[in-house]
């Protein structure tokens, strides 16, 4: 185990750890305490705990679960979880959409998809009212498919708590920082990074350095995980040394407080008295973590021809079909382009899975305009799309001498099922109405009397 220092965290009054740290590594079995022996030793479940701890199990898979997916945490708390539950209310859900919530809520076509990024709003936003969902599918009730949000916080969460029940979360963090403070410590990601947060885990998230706006993936189904490399081998793409989970960090306060639950696509609400983050140890392998994107070490062809996009493939939620993904996670990085007589951005393509994109930073090579840093859009199961006409026609003329794309990060969400547009996200204002018109400029070249390329 290798822990990674960041400097520059001051912890508040009433929470127990140091500086904000992390353990380096994915899959892993880690164990933590912030409070010295109080993790037990030898056992899990001792009759009485040290420092007057409860023990309490945290289970992210079913008991009889194979051990390769078996996952479960051990938590050593100031109370236990029901001290941290109460008599849970249905409060409003605000813009939030679970599937299949979205299938009748849009009239839009088919048609291929394109959005503005979304204003960040000047009135109070939380993690709780902020999540406003673009995209369904599946049915999170049979813990199969996924949402794509877009979040918006404005203001932290002081008071107040919230978990999961439908799934889990993936956050990519697209304008400013944010600060996850979860039951097993503190977790901060900038443009670039992303968090991952399992299914049930109680969490509050602050701001860090101003209003901020980030893209959100839903799993409902299997937890992400690193894809299996094949002849790639052991080393390249998401290496599971740069994944970092946080080591313990408690907070023992006892003011009234709310906790929220998202749970069969309803939320919920309870009060209780105090903060549910009072975990002063924990061990096991179902805890949340973060990965810097930058940290992705790309493969590609190094001759001749376009790769398929799986290559960039970071995270995998694997279905009970090999090789069919329930969501996959990739990332178009900065990477060298060297094919020689190659057309080099992304071919023209249709698709069994449906793609959800997000630029984070920068120019995406396949659309060099229209497509800004916090769009988005929607490329839905076997629908068309490929470079617009300027791309092709600079892609298709261009001296072929190695290029390196820099400055750049695109991202996808991409799915087996459909995905189905929610009401909100079909009337925004940034909707771009002749998103299609992009590739009208394509010119027919064809010409039976003429063999050789133009």
């Known amino acids: 185990m290798t822990l990674q220092y960041v400097t520059g965290f001051v912890p508040t009054d009433g929470r127990g750890g140091g500086s904000l740290q992390y353990m380096s590594g994915f899959g892993n079995s880690f164990e933590t305490e912030a409070l010295p022996g109080a993790l037990p030793i030898g056992r899990n479940s001792p009759q009485k705990c040290n420092y007057g701890l409860y023990a309490e199990q945290l289970s992210g898979s079913p008991f009889t679960a194979p051990q390769a997916t078996n996952q479960r945490s051990w938590l050593y708390r100031i109370r236990p979880s029901v001290k941290h539950s109460g008599r849970y209310r249905k409060v409003d859900k605000g813009l939030t959409r679970t599937a299949p919530e979205a299938r009748n809520e849009s009239q839009l076509p088919i048609d291929q998809m394109r959005w503005d990024p979304t204003p960040i709003p000047t009135d109070a936003v939380t993690f709780v009212n902020g999540l406003w969902t673009v995209t369904t599918a599946g049915d999170a009730d049979t813990q199969v498919g996924m949402a794509a949000h877009v979040l918006v916080v404005t203001r932290s969460m002081t008071n107040e708590y919230f978990f999961n029940a439908d799934g889990e979360f ?13 039951e097993f410590g503190v977790i901060e990601i900038e443009p670039g990074e992303i968090c991952v947060i399992p299914r049930g885990i109680v969490f509050k998230v602050e701001l860090v350095n101003g209003p901020a706006r980030a893209y959100v993936c839903e799993n409902y189904g299997g ?4 894809p299996d490399r094949g002849p790639i081998g052991a080393n390249c793409l998401a290496n599971s040394r740069d994944f970092l989970t946080p080591v313990a960090s408690y907070e023992d306060r006892e003011e009234p407080s709310t906790m929220y639950a998202k749970w069969g696509g ?14 002063v140890a924990w061990h096991g392998n179902y805890y949340p973590y973060k990965y810097d994107l930058r940290h992705f070490s790309p493969v590609g062809p190094i001759l001749f021809d376009h ?16 090789g069919t993904a329930n969501v996959d996670f990739v990332i178009f990085p900065e990477r060298w382009m060297v094919g020689e007589n190659t057309f080099r951005p992304p071919w023209y393509h249709r698709n069994l899975m449906s793609e959800f994109m997000g630029l984070i930073y920068g120019v995406y090579d396949a659309k060099p305009e229209g497509f800004v840093p916090g769009g988005m859009s929607l490329h839905n199961c076997m629908l068309p799309h490929g470079p617009d006409a300027p791309a092709f026609e600079h892609a298709s003329t261009m001296e072929l001498k190695p290029a390196k794309l820099t400055g750049t990060m695109a991202f996808m969400f991409e799915t087996r099922f459909p995905q189905r547009v929610t009401k909100w996200a079909s009337e925004l204002s940034t909707l771009q109405p002749n998103y299609a018109d992009c590739w009208t400029g394509l010119k027919k070249h064809f010409d039976p009397a003429k063999k050789e390329p133009r």
Do not use: H
């Open 170 to 182: 993936l956050i990519v963090a697209q304008e400013n920082r944010l600060r996850f403070r979860t």
């Open 223 to 226: 937890a992400f995980t690193v």
């Open 307 to 322: 790769a398929d996009p799986s290559i960039f493939t970071v995270m995998t939620a694997p279905s009970e079909t090999p």
């Open 266 to 279: 309803e939320f919920y609400a309870a009060t209780i008295g105090q903060s549910p983050l009072d975990v």
